[in-house]
């Protein structure tokens, strides 16, 4: 049986979905606050519980072969982030399971001090690393899925708000292949025991974003870019008032100011692989939001 933590998540409820619809076991941990009802529907076990609590985590690990870890949550890095995935962990040693995936983020080890969440996701990696379970890291791009509020409000008024520079590379990935890497993960051999980069096939720039979504919806895009130093102005303005809000916003601007993409070799190696053919965004919004 898997345990899916973050399974009302957009990543999560894919992974739970997948998994629901290879008649797999699964088993899914979710806040009671949660919209859970569609994936019990689909066959998941439920399990309601706090990732704060020990002893939810040690509940929702016993009987358990397989853990792929999606949660997270930028108002609590480190109770949710850091310190609920290392009480996983060590649940997951206590319980004999015998793989542990973890999703983490793309750059998390390029030593972003300004992002809580980075610097979580990375302690945890180093904590799966040490901790003598089978394990695969996994570090997606930006999630597909994330883009797709951005997609409807561009679909109903043809605004895109694009803060930075425009020309900021990055390699947009499909939640949904996402998904079944990380389910594909227990099972490989190779995949055991590493950290993979995980993108989408191509690499495009952040103004490569609107067009894609001006050619999915066939409508002129009006675009508002103001300069990244405006963002900053607002933030520090904020930190005067709000210091956790500057700190909450730390993970913004490391996303705004700098590049997230894999390399063609690595995209290539993750299809190799994985025997997958990565989604393009494009055909991703088409799937989801195309007339």
Not at 94 to 103: C, D, G, S, W
Not at 140 to 160: C, D
Not at 260 to 286: A, D, G, V
């Amino acid at each position: 049986m898997f345990l899916v933590t973050g399974a009302t998540g957009d990543l999560g409820r894919s992974i739970v979905q997948q998994l629901c619809d290879q008649e797999i076991l699964v088993r899914a941990f979710a806040r009671l606050t949660s919209r859970y009802a569609r994936l019990e529907h689909r066959g998941a076990q439920i399990l309601i519980g706090d990732l704060t609590e020990k002893r939810d985590i040690e509940k929702a690990c016993q009987g358990i072969q397989y853990i792929i870890s999606t949660h997270s949550n930028p108002n609590d890095p480190l109770g949710v982030d850091y310190r609920s995935n290392i009480d996983l962990i060590d649940a997951a040693k206590a319980n004999n399971v015998q793989h542990f995936v973890f999703i983490s983020v793309l750059g998390t080890d390029r030593g972003y001090e300004d992002s809580p969440i980075f610097k979580a996701k990375r302690e945890v990696e180093k904590y799966l690393e040490s901790s003598g379970l089978n394990y695969t890291i996994l570090r997606p791009s930006a999630l597909a899925s994330s883009l797709l509020p951005l997609a409807e409000r561009f679909k109903q008024t043809g605004i895109y708000l694009l803060i930075g520079d425009a020309k900021n590379r990055t390699s947009v990935v499909s939640t949904d292949d996402v998904a079944r890497i990380a389910i594909d993960s227990v099972f490989i051999e190779a995949a055991n025991q590493k950290i993979i980069p995980v993108g989408g096939p191509e690499i495009i720039a952040r103004e490569d974003i609107y067009q894609i979504f001006s050619r999915v919806f066939n409508r002129e895009p009006i675009v508002i870019n103001p300069p990244l130093f405006l963002f900053d102005g607002l933030r520090g303005g904020l930190g005067l008032i709000n210091a956790d809000l500057y700190q909450k916003l730390g993970t913004l601007r490391v996303l705004l100011g700098n590049e997230f993409f894999c390399t063609t070799e690595e995209i290539q190696n993750l299809e190799q692989l994985f025997s997958i053919k990565m989604e393009s965004l494009e055909s991703y919004i088409r799937r989801y939001l195309g007339s």
